[in-house]
């Protein structure tokens, strides 16, 4: 059995979508509205794609088969790619589908300039996830190498504090709302402590990282401090190196990081892992509060929590899309010719469900990884192992310390958000029998639930300018990117 990506999703819509003027379905004169650019291609942006992206994407595969034209931002033409061999095929040969941005067309025309809305997740940038063959596996190299020196049941360790942590916030309420009290919180707190940011850094860092990735009006001062911090995290280890922290393993890697190298790569790993295991988390607690096979597995039945979060990976990857790989030559995919300079995106949730690999997706997928929600290639994500960590043990401690809890509105009132890349559940909120917290992990909770702004000197005099006293903000490329890849507009 599987769990079909809920269809009652309901996307943050500009206001013309609700507008009673919305035309008939098929309205010829009405193709802009309905989805349809002027060449009849449809856009994978706009209220209809992000109302319904799992529809949108069956729309294109009855259509063109497993590589679809679609249209993007500013109705620039590209390629999403549907079938789940030929997301693998792209993945995998960097020499036909590059990873570097540069050899876009439209980008060497002058068609995606610095203001144009994928100028953020398109433009490139000295990352690992922009390059390839040697300088992907020095930059890459140096990322994994350290991500593997962190011991398993150490990050456990620290989930399982965190999460415990999260649950004393709210254990004697009785109730929560599960998507920002502990889904948004748990990654981002579990992170900054592998990253090596220190304990007395405490909450003000983990809340501008939260409130950075959130895209609120306080976002651009948040990333501030962040990119602050973290450089000064750098330059303190680099003067005092330490033995157990991401930071130092980058320091003294042979591939030899120069020191922003190291801060954007760190940066990196904060705003991927943040959004994708949050969103993992909170499709993961749906499911278990939703789903009655789950129920029934704590009574003795089949499906255990890795089960849950392997379905979920597979029906609601936490990246729907992947943008992009660039073709490096004229050449051929599922039937369609694909020009150099072609821009194609990752159908991960699309290919996830290919007829071809799932021609039946009431069939339970259980042991089956060979999902795409982590990519694949070269580029395959390389903290899925924390991500998994971080998810699995956070939702089993709220299990063992709320065994009663359940969803506190009807399963159908729950909607989601989407944008190009991600679609997320808004909220969660759930009810159980309230729990009693000791005194003292009461007070330590509040750790964890302090205000976003930044507010006076840090305790290890990192720059922590009061919100009046912050730079104006200036509009960079980290911000712009969390902007367009949550989806929010509203930072400014
Ligand atoms: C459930 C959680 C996660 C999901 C679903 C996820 C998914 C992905 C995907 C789809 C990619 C792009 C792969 C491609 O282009 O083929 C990626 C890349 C990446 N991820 Fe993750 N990720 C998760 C958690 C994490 C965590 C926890 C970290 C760090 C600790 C991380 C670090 C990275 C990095 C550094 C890259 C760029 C790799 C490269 O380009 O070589 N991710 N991730």
């Not at 190498?145 to 999460?163: E, H, I, P, S």
């Not at 962040?226 to 890697?253: K, M, N, Y």
């Not at 278990?288 to 499906?303: E, H, I, K, N």
């Not at 956070?394 to 310390?401: E, H, K, N, Q």
């Amino acid at each position: 059995m599987t769990t079909p990506p809920p269809d009652h999703a309901t996307a943050e819509l500009p206001s013309s979508a609700a507008s009673p003027a919305t035309p008939p379905p098929g309205c010829p004169a009405h193709g802009l509205d309905q989805g349809l650019g002027p060449d009849g291609i449809r856009r994978l942006y706009g209220p209809e794609a992000a109302a319904d992206p799992m529809g949108l994407y069956e729309k294109l595969r009855a259509e063109h088969g497993t590589v679809a034209p679609v249209l993007v931002q500013g109705d620039l033409q590209a390629w999403l790619v549907l079938g789940h061999r030929e997301n693998l095929d792209v993945a995998r040969t960097p020499s036909r589908f590059s990873r570097d941005s540069r050899r876009w067309r439209d980008m060497q025309d002058g068609k995606v300039g610095a203001d144009h809305p994928l100028a953020p997740v398109a433009a490139w940038q000295p990352l690992c996830n922009f390059v390839d063959g040697v300088e992907h596996e020095r930059l890459r190299g140096a990322v994994t190498d350290g991500l593997a020196r962190f011991d398993r049941r150490g990050v456990r360790r620290y989930v399982t504090r965190f999460a415990d942590q999260l649950i004393d916030g709210f254990a004697a309420a009785g109730q929560a709302e599960l998507v920002s009290q502990f889904a948004e919180h748990l990654p981002m707190l579990v992170m900054t402590q592998l990253l090596g940011m220190p304990e007395e850094y405490g909450p003000r860092l983990v809340d501008a990282a939260r409130d950075m990735v959130k895209g609120t009006a306080t976002a651009l001062a948040s990333n501030d401090y962040i990119v602050a911090t973290l450089r000064q995290l750098v330059e303190r280890r680099r003067a005092a190196p330490g033995d157990d922290d991401f930071v130092s393993w980058l320091i003294e890697h042979s591939a030899g990081l120069t020191d922003d190298e190291i801060m954007e790569h760190l940066r990196l790993v904060l705003i991927t892992a943040f959004e994708t295991t949050a969103n993992l988390i909170a499709n993961t607690l749906r499911m278990v509060l939703t789903d009655q096979r789950f129920r029934a597995s704590l009574a003795g039945g089949r499906m255990t929590l890795p089960d849950a979060l392997e379905q979920v990976l597979w029906d609601e990857p936490p990246l729907t899309t992947i943008l992009g790989r660039w073709a490096t030559g004229d050449t051929e995919l599922g039937g369609q010719q694909i020009r150099a300079g072609d821009m194609l995106l990752l159908g991960l949730a699309a290919g996830n469900v290919d007829p071809a690999i799932r021609p039946d997706l009431t069939v339970p997928v259980h042991g089956n990884r060979s999902h795409l929600a982590f990519g694949g290639g070269p580029h395959e994500c390389p903290g899925q192992d924390i991500g998994r960590a971080i998810a699995d043990t956070g939702i089993d401690a709220l299990l063992v310390r709320l065994p009663d809890l359940r969803l506190a509105v009807p399963e159908h009132e729950l909607s989601w958000v989407s944008s190009l890349m991600s679609r997320h559940l808004i909220a969660l909120p759930v009810e159980f029998t309230p729990v009693r917290v000791k005194q003292a992990a009461a007070s330590e909770s509040t750790s964890v639930t302090l205000p976003v702004q930044p507010a006076g000197p840090d305790p290890v005099s990192a720059p922590a300018p009061a919100s009046d006293q912050l730079p104006r903000p200036r509009r960079g490329w980290w911000s712009a990117l969390v902007r367009w890849v949550t989806g929010r507009q509203d930072l400014e």
